[in-house]
């Protein structure tokens, strides 16, 4: 299995994009808004100014400027409040004050009727009227300014609220996007040879995801065809090619019994070794057919003690650790139950002792410890195994690149059969991981459920 990696979630990515984009997109359309209101209100006020300049140039025209004067007096005084009141100033010939509610004659050219921004909150416009005398007439745009305000805290809160619900559909979509894509990537990280039976993924909604899922689906159940004919052929002529080995076995043993001539004698022990030798093969391929057959079928098993299995295999390779030089300790709990065949479980320990013992070297140390879970682990203090075959070891036919031993690449395969068949499963991990010496440690633990 490849280590895992820290990644970000789609979820997350997708909805940090659509909400920027939104956000972004509200921007724009809410400066775009804001300002054609803040010049369509200018305008307006604009063309408030003058209408009623042009009405005071009509009565000046009629009137005169005392006219003038007497009219601009009475809209002063029609103001209802000071923002609200409209600003006027009329000067004579002279330059000197007739009417009006400001001190100073703004910084306007009234000879070209100029227009402009008399203070922070007030637009006005000077023009020169007949006989020398100049008009100004402008507008508060207190109120203006404080519409233009509200709308600015009404779009910021509009901005928000929009980026916010935007991000948060996002995200609600990413995540069932996310979801989606997850249970098709669990398919692929749980595949393995005893896993990619019967592969198929729920419906979802008629879609470019569904169409992956379909494809995958066929694409894992036509491997798992092939495999499972594969398998069917190797097993069947497993179990067909024994029957007549097990004859010549014991035809060689006749000859042996026999002959008398060395050289004969040699060739035929030497043919019975092999043919042996094809037996265990036979032999451990037709057990793991058998433990895969079952996999997952319990009522065939009844709780048995597996410390007393672990016990006696441990007093069985006592002697074989001391003629090897080797210091074999042990740490069994009592009475240590699961449900199980008691053949298989035996087979499956005195394969990790075989195991180790083929790949341990002479005066290092082998621990075995069996806890309650049942938690089961064999490990040494030898060489260890390479990062790059730990992933590939308890496959069929697979031997480790240093190894000088004889043998067939099927007894961690079994194991791992076997574990699996209980609902158990099996790792191999560094004994050592900070010492040249790593040396290599199998566990067997239950299954963890996903």
């Known amino acids: 299995m490849m280590p895992k990696r820290h990644k970000r979630s789609l979820a997350f990515i997708v909805a ?13 359309v809410f400066s775009m808004i804001y300002f054609i209101l803040a010049q369509q209100s200018l305008q307006s006020l604009q063309e408030t100014i003058d209408t009623d300049l042009a009405g005071l140039i009509d009565i000046y025209a009629s009137k005169g400027p ?15 409040t000071q923002n609200e009141s409209p600003l006027y100033l009329l000067l004579n010939s002279e ?30 416009r000077a023009t020169l ?27 910021l809160l509009a901005f928000i609220l929009m980026a916010f619900a935007a991000y948060v559909i996002g995200l609600l979509s990413a995540k069932r996007l996310h979801l989606r894509m997850l249970k098709i990537n669990s398919v692929f990280s749980e595949l393995g040879e005893s896993t990619l039976q019967h592969r198929s993924l729920p419906p979802g909604e008629g879609d470019e995801i569904d169409d992956l899922s379909d494809n995958v689906a066929i694409t894992l159940n036509r491997v798992a ?61 037709l057990d793991i057919a058998s433990a895969e057959a079952q996999h997952g079928d319990l009522r065939s098993l009844k709780d048995i003690n597996i410390s007393l299995i672990a016990r006696s295999i441990v007093e069985l390779y006592a002697a074989s650790a001391e003629e090897a030089e080797l210091l074999l300790s042990h740490d ?22 075989d195991n180790a013992f083929k790949h341990s070297e002479e005066g290092k140390q082998l621990h075995f410890s069996l806890k309650r879970g ?3 682990i064999i490990q040494d203090d030898g060489r260890g195994i390479i990062d790059s075959e730990k992933s590939n070891i308890f496959n069929r036919y697979v031997r480790l690149a240093d190894n000088a031993t004889k043998g067939h690449g099927l007894g961690l395969a079994l194991v791992r059969a076997i574990a699996e068949r209980h609902g158990l499963y099996v790792r191999v991990e560094d004994t050592f991981p900070d010492r040249a010496q790593k040396g290599a440690r199998f566990i067997i633990t239950v299954r963890p459920k996903v």
């Open 66 to 80: 005392d006219g003038l004067a007497y009219a601009i007096q009475g809209r002063l005084d029609m103001a209802s």
């Open 374 to 376: 049942p938690i089961i």
């Open 16 to 28: 940090r994009q659509v909400a920027l984009a939104t956000t972004l997109v509200c921007a724009v």
């Open 225 to 285: 065809r092939l495999l499972t004919a594969q398998r069917e052929v190797s097993d069947h002529l497993a179990h067909e090619t024994r029957t007549p080995l097990v004859g010549l076995e014991q035809s060689l043993m006749q000859a042996l019994e026999r002959s008398t001539d060395h050289q004969v004698i040699h060739n035929l022990e030497k043919g019975k070794h092999q043919v042996q030798d094809i037996l265990r093969l036979m032999d451990a391929l």
């Open 129 to 155: 009227l007949r006989g020398g005398y100049r008009l100004f007439v402008g507008r508060y745009a207190i109120m203006r300014d404080a519409t233009l305000r509200k709308m600015r805290y009404i779009f």
């Open 332 to 353: 069994i709990d009592d009475d240590v139950f699961m449900r199980a065949d008691p053949m298989q479980i035996s087979r499956m320990i005195v394969n990790l002792f």
């Open 95 to 124: 330059g000197h004050k007739r009417v009006g509610n400001i001190p100073l004659w703004p910084m306007l050219d009234a000879a070209h009727s100029e227009t402009g921004k008399i203070t922070d909150k007030s637009y006005g």
